[in-house]
């Protein structure tokens, strides 16, 4: 789906009764559903990139009063505007984020052989670089759980248009569970709009998906949402391995 304005993003969405319908039912089902995995689950936790997204579920959370463990990955390479918003969020709310790392002598590995940047230079690369900085913290963080919650959509990739609300996720022998999977672009900053949730400013410049800073960049008036990513990639490989087809 195409990025629809070039003004900040709350003040410039049109909150029609239709859209607020939308979202209050779309907010009641994404909690019912969120209250049933809680029950079914014995060790849930979320994992949130920070990401418009994730910050709407930590707010449905809140607002159900659940404390359940919560973390980000720092990869090292995150912009300024993402560890304001862990900073932020984390003086003020009652649910903190928890912060995993990579490993430091795998990076050191990785950046004495290859570079600090290398992973422009081939898919292999990147993966590598991907693996170090996030699908092994993730590992760690999701060790001893039995579900965990991502704010996946449908609609923000071809990579993810055939995911599930509830599925096995075999790349970490895990439930993963994803409430807001039919969520509309729309409805997720509708939601923002009217319960004034904090978010990451990089969304106000034109980056309607945020990732390390090196690999993200802002996207054009009619660019598909996830083209910032990797953008030297081909769509298919728009994944860092967190979120296997
Ligand atoms: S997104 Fe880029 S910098 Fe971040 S882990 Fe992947 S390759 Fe490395």
Redesign the pocket.
Known sequence: MALSSHSKKTESLLLTDQLKTEVADKSTQAQNFLSKSFNDYKNICFATSMGAEDMVIYDLINKMNRTIEIFTLD?G?LHAETYELISHVNSNFKNKIKIFFPDASEIKKYVDNKGIND?YNSLDS?KE??R???IEPLKKALKGHDAWITGLRAEQSITRSNQKLNVRDSNFEIDKISPLLNWKEDEIWAYIKINHVPYNKLHDHFFPSI??Q??TRAISLGEDIRAGR?WWENPENKE?GLHKK
């Open positions: 990869t390479r992973f990147r670089c991907c170090i900085r996030k990732g390390c090196p690999c990797w860092c």
